[in-house]
């Protein structure tokens, strides 16, 4: 097209201008040329003759004038790795002779680098010969402009990309735990709250997962293993689930699973198999061979309702949990049933404590040798307003489990302290009154402060802490605090010694004032030799640290007769009196109400 605009761009038949005018046009364009700086060249095709202007030569620095350049002048000043498209182009122009256009370097005599533009059309001579007229400039500061700016651009797109790179990282971190790298609790809730929306989704299960035997691999083996249990159990789970599903890990030693799509419960049912038999196997740490096992609570529905899933679930894992561990419970309506019923439970209590229903019942201890009456042991009961008088063991726990534990023993120590009161403003003798407390009241920091305001005489009130609060013995924090409700004239007491573990170390590192022997190790007493050395062998040890022993559970004269022999020193049972409440309990302290048989007969009869 430009090839044959510019072969009819110079019609045959133009009007001549005048000398002067032509003289005038071509000055004008010289000048033009030389303020512009580009350079003229010509090449006639058919005699291969290259005509160059001196701009020409400025350009490429040749040094010369010449006007008729060698073809190989301008070949040989192209930078090597640009000669064979710059020559490319220029034969392409030739063919179709059609318009040159092309950019290249050349390499000036000093070695520095030029970037030229090179444009030229075709047109055909006076002589009728194919020719090029082409003009060539210095683009060598756009170039490197560009080049710049090029430069400028990457670094920063660079820069966006490393941002965005960073940012996704703090995401991930955000949203996964960096022990198995698997989605925490915050990116299982997001994922949780997407599913309703989701239309693709058919049926909808969650499954909480947890690990059985991990506190004790822990414990036992030291946090190397268990993170290593915990990073096997995280792949087998993973490996375990279709892809489609999810994993996250919610805490410690617990995992959720959501699963979609699955085509019915016998599916769900291969899943939780598959996952239990992968998690039972054993794991290589070290020398050793590590075993876990999973307990799975699952909850499922037919549509993409994730509503009550998690909560559902987890009920479920309580329940497996409960009913021994390493197995897979399905959460039923019964168990909600029995989930509300608990609620409600727990609410009642919280208004139970308020309308002051907690109240203590009063246990008589005797001297094992004397049979007199050493002290009581205070014991919740709650005066429930429709179902009667209840034993801790129906509400004990739920209160601990919505963290009502330390306000039941508050209660009780109160009500001991006013019955307390009472008895001694009617003139009786009170002996000393042990109250049962809990591990969240003795982790509680404000406690000292609390009882400290009750204002207790020394040496009227013991405290029975359960053996288990002493089983992390490395707590000094608790042993400060302890020795502090010693200095309160306050003594204390090991309850249900001997069921749990680690009651020696509690036992060197307490000093408490007394242990309460646990009543399963006294039943057997009197039929059975060995318990009757195991028992003699803790009241040995007792001894050993001046630590005085009180048998729990004496349930017949037997037993009584049997423990005092063996050197306990106080007797608690039912074989001589029931938990009674305190209107019952102020018979004992009567001047007359002095051995075995008439405290007996003094509490005979009472409701436990
Ligand atoms: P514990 O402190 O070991 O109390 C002894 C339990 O054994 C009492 O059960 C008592 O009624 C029962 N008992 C007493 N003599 C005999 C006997 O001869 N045979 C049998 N089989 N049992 C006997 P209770 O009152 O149901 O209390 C159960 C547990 O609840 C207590 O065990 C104690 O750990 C806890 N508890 C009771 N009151 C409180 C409280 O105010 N605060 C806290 N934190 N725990 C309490
Ligand atoms: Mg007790
Ligand atoms: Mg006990």
């Known amino acids: 097209m430009e090839a044959s605009k510019a072969e009819t761009a110079l019609p045959e038949n133009r009007p001549t201008r005048s000398e002067q005018e032509f003289q005038d046009l071509l000055r004008r364009l010289e000048l033009a040329l030389d303020a512009s700086r580009i350079g003229v060249w010509e090449h006639s095709i058919a005699t291969s003759e290259i005509l160059w202007d001196a701009q020409m030569h400025r350009l490429y620095e040749t040094g010369e004038t010449c006007r008729e350049v060698p073809a190989w002048l301008w070949s040989n000043a192209i930078h090597p790795d640009d000669r064979e498209q710059a020559e490319y182009d220029f034969d392409q122009a030739i063919a179709t002779r059609g318009a040159y256009n092309s950019q290249f370097r050349i390499v000036l005599p000093s070695g520095e680098i030029r970037h030229l533009r090179s444009r030229a059309h075709f047109y055909v001579d006076a002589e009728g010969l194919p020719s090029f007229i082409g003009a060539e400039w210095d683009v060598t500061a756009d170039v490197l402009l560009n080049a710049e700016l090029a430069g400028q651009k990457m670094v920063a797109e660079a820069r966006a990309l490393a941002l965005e790179e960073s940012n996704a990282r703090i995401e991930h971190v955000a949203d996964h735990d960096y022990l198995t790298g698997l989605p925490n609790r915050r990116l299982l809730d997001k994922r949780l709250a997407e599913l309703p929306a989701d239309r693709s989704i058919t049926t909808l299960g969650v499954l909480h997962l947890d690990l059985d035997q991990f506190k004790q691999i822990n414990d ?69 061979m590590l075993q876990s096992g999973a307990s799975i609570g699952v909850s499922w529905s037919g549509d993409r309702r994730a509503r009550n899933l998690l909560a559902e679930s987890d009920l479920a894992l309580y329940q497996a949990k409960k009913l021994g561990r390493n197995r897979v419970e399905f959460f039923t309506r019964q168990l909600q049933e029995d989930l509300r019923a608990k609620r409600r439970l727990a609410e009642e209590l919280k208004l139970g404590l308020e309308r002051g229903e907690i109240v203590p019942y009063y246990q008589v201890q005797l001297d094992a040798r004397t049979r007199e009456v050493i002290g009581f042991e205070a014991l919740a009961r709650w005066k429930h307003p429709e179902k009667g008088v209840l034993a801790p063991g129906i509400f004990l726990k739920i209160a601990d489990e919505h963290g009502l534990a330390a306000e039941i ?172 409440p305190a209107a019952e309990t102020a018979r004992l302290f009567s001047p007359m109400a002095n051995g075995i048989e008439k405290q007996k007969a003094a509490v005979g009869g009472t409701a436990r």
């Open 220 to 288: 036992s083996h030291g946090h190397a293993a268990g993170d290593a249990v915990l990073r096997a159990a995280a792949l087998r789970i993973t490996a375990a689930i279709p892809a489609n599903g999810m994993v996250a890990r919610v805490g410690g030693d617990e995992f959720v699973i959501v699963l979609v799509n699955f085509s019915d419960l016998a599916e769900l049912k291969l899943i939780t198999d598959d996952l239990q038999r992968r998690l039972r196997k054993k794991i290589r740490f070290g020398q050793e």
């Open 409 to 580: 023993d508050a209660a009780i120590l109160k009500n001991v302290l006013e019955d307390r009161l009472f008895w001694l403003l009617q003139g009786f003798a009170v002996p000393r009154i042990a109250v049962n407390i809990s591990a969240s009241r003795l982790a509680d920091p404000t406690l000292l402060g609390k009882l400290r305001k009750l204002d207790i005489p020394p040496d009227v009130i013991v405290f029975e802490l359960v053996e288990t609060i002493f089983l992390d013995d490395s707590d000094e924090k608790l042993l400060d605090h302890i020795g502090d409700i010693k200095q309160m004239g306050i003594d204390i007491e090991i309850d249900d010694f001997g069921s749990g573990h680690a009651s020696l170390i509690g036992l060197v590192k307490l000093r408490p004032k007394r242990l309460k022997i646990d009543r399963q190790l006294i039943a057997e007493v009197v039929s059975s030799a060995e318990q009757r050395r195991v028992v003699g062998s803790i009241v040995e040890i007792a001894k050993a640290l001046d630590v005085e022993v009180i048998a729990e559970g004496i349930e017949t004269e037997a037993h009584a007769v049997v423990l005092a022999q063996l050197g306990c020193d106080g007797l608690q049972g039912y074989a001589f009196g029931y938990p009674a």
